[in-house]
């Protein structure tokens, strides 16, 4: 059989200083727009094996049922006809392997590593889950009970609940209104969505919304033999989520979160910014560490020198997504030492992002975070299992390969200018929302 | 694809007493170069009524800055590299960490150097982290993360008046009485040659080793560290509930053993802990039967060492070597209803592991899980000097190596008898994290049956299980059980 419809080599590991992606890699699409891509690295004898679905918790626009996406990860591992859930696992043992997933606003990705003699069964695993789930209602319903366990694990730390207050008041319809977890009504009541379940894997689990990564030591030629044989005769396309656009927010926002114990004083402020893909997203890769940053002037201030800040978190920091796949939000956590500090650490940030907006960019700390950002990735890529990862989370909210060469190119062009006019046009009051945690300890 | 093309030569110059253990992993292709600097010394060090104090010690020279620059003029020197300093103290081992891009190696060295042997000892760098560690007591670990609360009161349980029992962070008692001088004292006395191994790795230069190995020689030689003794443990209770505004429940159990990786009984037991609860895998029994088919949490798992997963991993992190480990069972929080059901059940397997041991099945099966699995352990630089480092801590070269060979050696028989010497089910101390603990001592020391209501129908066999699951016998007195609120941990 002749699947080979577009086949094309991309020379990512050019020596071009703006890209840094270190691995050869090439792609295939099969008829039915199953997107097949590998990466051969140096990891002898081992693999990676990454499914990409381009589902995450953006996808989850009827009312109620916020977390589904995350809850249907699960279920994949809930077997099939031919591989039940107990037979799954049991061959996931016996063949050695490392298995996983997760799930986030975009995106939803499953793995296999191990010994590369598995790879063939994994490949037969895979394809046969991706196209014949079936799970008993009863499965369901107690795998609905292990994410509210998940859930209850997360909330324990109060950033979980800042997280869910500033998206619930930063948009008004968009779906990144709430977390990928979900809101704790739905994950309640996610025991009695088993119709809506089986709905949700045809119309999101499609061959032309996947992308499988092959990484590691394989040989190409049998591993695209077997993906063509195993994935065949998987059809189908998958709808489009009837995402609402969120209207321009007009007014600055605010919420508190009430947690019953002394917990670290933090504020959580974030700003409506542009999709990945964009000039404006790479900007923002930049920014964090622009801003916040250890060689920054606020982190040396604030940390170092007034002693006011712990830590800061910020958007898209240590963090592989180039952006999301609708404009989201530019966001930084400030960790204060003692609550009453929080006012000025505002009041610093507010004046660091004035100037910024006034014109005032310090050219060698760009070239610095730059050079920060290039040499961290090329140190980062060093096991099958982290490129799958890389590669899953670059990919995922545009779907093009290209992305990655695209985002190292508008990184590596993020001029003083480009990062001054950010400011000005997105740092604004009126686009942010601003999250503060209130300690109410019970008498 | 071609084999690895480098050679992974394993140098260990032990045999010289003035010259510290290198461990040198060259891979020339590799971008980055990976440095372990590890000294035998952690919280076990700290003196009594200064708890905390290794751990501070460690993270101001990591972050405090040193002779030639402070800590800002440090971070403006190393951030354009993208390299890594970095400090992670525990029991026995002390690991300060530095990567850097090959390219950047011959800038990073010195200045990785001088944070080791050139320390600033910045006053208010030592406030900064000072305050930072108590706020890691008493505004996260008490308030913010009761996962990581059980396991810390487990410790407690496990090791009290002993160094082991306290966080490595310290206590809020301790960390006030530190001084400046005690932190400069400290690392004299712990971050010597006496205590160093080094390690190296990745793509580095030929010269680098010698030149690593000459800037370390301005460490102070020290002394050797002194044997850690572990005098029998005194009786406390056997259940301690930690009372917290809490929305689950999180549970933490265990019993102190004096298993080491040289024992003859480690790859049966290696083996066993697998099948019985691998980290974070569907592997394990535990996982299987309260998550799997009963859906009680997100996870179940059970440990044969002290354990901490390496990052967002799931493989054991290396270099937290000890002289006595122990053995405990994780239980991911529950729901408050099912609090004691989810108790009982992991009572009632660890039980049934004991009495009837693993299945054939379960034992060939787990031999080709690790088989494979424990492959992707050395997958990156750190890792293998992490492994490497800790045979040598250890005393047990090629331990990994050794433990997959031994697999296809064993015999259930001789994995059940394991399991039947070292496990002793009635030994284990029990760590809650929840809210109502009132409620929960009373149900303890009752006895009375706890129940469990599903939200669907499950099998017959489960379902009679159950019934034994939940009336499975707790011998517990009311003075076995003691409660604590959660904001008087960790003082002193």
Not at chain 1, 14 to 28: N, R, V
Not at chain 1, 384 to 401: I, K, M, N, Q, W
Not at chain 2, 143 to 167: F, I, N, Q, W
Request: glycine share 6%; aromatic share 10%; proline share 7%.
């Amino acid at each position: 059989m002749r699947a080979l419809i577009t086949s094309s080599i991309l020379l990512l590991a050019s020596a071009a200083q703006a890209t840094t992606f270190p691995f050869p890699m090439q792609s295939e699409t099969l008829p039915s727009g199953l997107r097949v891509v590998t990466v051969p690295m140096d990891s002898p004898g081992l693999f990676a094996y990454f499914t990409l679905v381009r589902v995450g918790s953006r996808n989850e626009v009827e009312p109620g049922h916020t977390g589904f996406a995350h809850f249907f990860e699960h279920m994949m591992f809930r077997g099939t006809e031919r591989f039940p859930a107990e037979r799954q696992a049991q061959l996931t043992r016996d063949l050695g392997l490392h298995s996983n997933a997760f799930t986030w606003d975009d995106e939803t990705v499953y793995f296999y590593a191990g010994p590369k003699t598995a790879l063939p069964q994994v490949i037969e695993m895979e394809a046969d889950r991706f196209q014949h789930l079936k799970y008993a209602k009863e499965a369901f319903q107690t795998e609905a009970k292990a994410v509210l366990g998940e859930y209850n694990k997360d909330f324990a730390d109060p950033a979980m609940k800042m997280e869910e207050a500033l998206l619930d008041r930063a948009f008004v319809r968009h779906t990144y209104k709430h977390t990928t977890i979900g809101v704790l009504a739905d994950v309640l009541k996610m025991p009695e969505q088993y119709d809506y379940s089986l709905q949700f894997f045809r119309r999101f689990y499609r061959p032309d919304n996947c992308t499988l990564f092959v990484i590691g030591d394989f040989d190409r030629a049998a591993v695209l033999k077997t993906i063509r044989a195993e994935y065949g005769a998987w059809r189908g396309h998958a709808e489009p989520a009837a995402v609402p656009i969120e209207p321009p927010q007009t007014q600055e926002r605010s919420a508190t979160v009430d947690w019953p114990s002394q917990a670290k004083p933090r504020v959580l402020v974030g700003w409506h910014t542009p999709e990945a893909g964009t000039q404006a997203a790479a900007v923002q890769k930049v920014l964090g560490p622009y801003l916040f940053g250890e060689a920054s002037p606020l982190y040396r201030e604030l940390v170092l020198e007034r002693q006011l800040v712990e830590s800061f978190e910020v958007a898209y920091l240590d963090d592989d997504r180039p952006g999301h796949r609708d404009p989201r939000l530019f966001y930084y956590q400030a960790t204060a030492k003692r609550p009453n500090d929080l006012p000025a650490v505002m009041a610093a940030v507010d004046r660091a992002i004035a100037a910024l907006a006034n014109g005032q960019v310090n050219a060698q700390l760009l070239s610095d975070v730059k050079r920060h950002l290039r040499y961290g990735l090329l140190t980062s890529l060093e096991t099958p299992t982290r490129v799958g990862e890389f590669l899953s989370l670059v990919v995922a909210p545009t779907g093009d390969l290209g992305a990655l060469d695209r985002l190292f190119d508008q990184m590596a062009g993020v001029t003083p200018a480009a990062l001054s006019s950010f400011a000005q046009q997105y740092l604004v009051p009126t686009h942010r929302t601003t999250v503060t945690l209130m300690v109410k300890e019970k008498k | 694809m071609r084999p690895r093309p480098f050679l992974i030569t394993l140098a260990v110059s032990a045999a010289v007493a003035a010259q510290p253990p290198i461990v040198a992993l060259p891979a020339p292709t590799h971008p980055a170069v990976t440095l372990r600097i590890v000294f035998r010394a952690g919280s076990v060090d700290d003196p009594p009524g200064k708890e905390g104090l290794t751990a501070l010690t460690a993270e101001l020279m990591a972050e405090g800055g040193t002779v030639r620059r402070s800590a800002a003029e440090l971070h403006q020197v190393l951030y354009p590299l993208a390299a890594e300093v970095d400090v992670a103290v525990d029991r026995e081992m002390t690991v300060f960490s530095g990567r850097v891009h090959r390219d950047e190696f011959a800038t990073f060295l010195p200045e990785f150097l001088d944070v080791l042997t050139r320390p600033r000892w910045d006053p208010k760098e030592f406030a900064r982290l000072r305050d930072d560690a108590e706020n890691e007591l008493v505004r996260q670990l008490r308030t913010s993360d009761d996962e990581a609360l059980g396991k810390a009161v487990l410790d407690r349980m496990l090791y009290p008046h002993h160094p082991y029992g306290h966080p490595i962070v310290g206590t809020v008692a301790g960390l006030r009485a530190l001084t400046l001088d005690d932190v400069k004292a400290q690392a004299a006395r712990l971050f010597c040659r006496a205590r160093l191994i080094v390690g190296i790795a990745g793509g580095y230069p030929d010269s680098a080793v010698a030149t690593l190995e000459a800037g370390l020689t301005a460490l102070p030689p020290g002394a050797a560290r002194p044997e850690v003794a572990l005098p029998p443990v005194p009786d406390g209770p056997k259940v301690l509930i930690v009372e917290k505004e809490a929305e689950a429940t999180a549970v933490s159990m265990g019993f102190s053993w004096e298993l080491s990786r040289r024992d003859p009984d480690f790859p049966a037991l290696w083996l066993a802990f697998s099948a019985f609860g691998e980290h974070r895998q569907f592997t394990g029994r535990l996982m299987n039967r309260l998550r799997e088919q009963r859906g009680l949490n997100y996870g179940d798992y059970a440990y044969l060492e002290s354990f901490v997963q390496d990052h967002w991993g799931t493989f054991p992190r290396p270099n937290i070597a000890r002289s006595h480990q122990f053995f405990s069972i994780w239980l991911r929080p529950v729901e408050p209803a099912n609090r004691l059901f989810a108790l009982r059940a992991a009572l009632y397997e660890t039980d049934k592991l004991v009495k009837q041991g693993l299945t054939d099945d379960e034992v060939e099966g787990t031999k080709r899980f690790l088989a494979g699995y424990s492959q992707l352990y050395t997958q990156t630089d750190r890792r293998r000097l992490g492994y490497a480092i800790d045979d040598l801590f250890n005393g047990t070269p090629g331990h990994l190596a050794k433990l997959q060979s031994a697999l296809t050696h064993l015999t259930t028989a001789q994995v059940n008898a394991a399991i039947r010497k070292w496990i002793t089910p009635q030994r284990l101390r029990i760590a809650i994290v929840t809210k109502n603990g009132a409620e929960l001592v009373r149900e303890l020391a009752s006895g009375e049956p706890s129940p469990i209501h599903y939200p669907s129908p499950k099998p017959q066999a489960i379902l009679e299980e159950d019934r034994t699951i939940e009336r499975f016998p707790l011998p517990l007195k009311a003075t076995d059980i003691e409660i604590v609120s959660a904001k008087q941990l960790f003082e002193k």
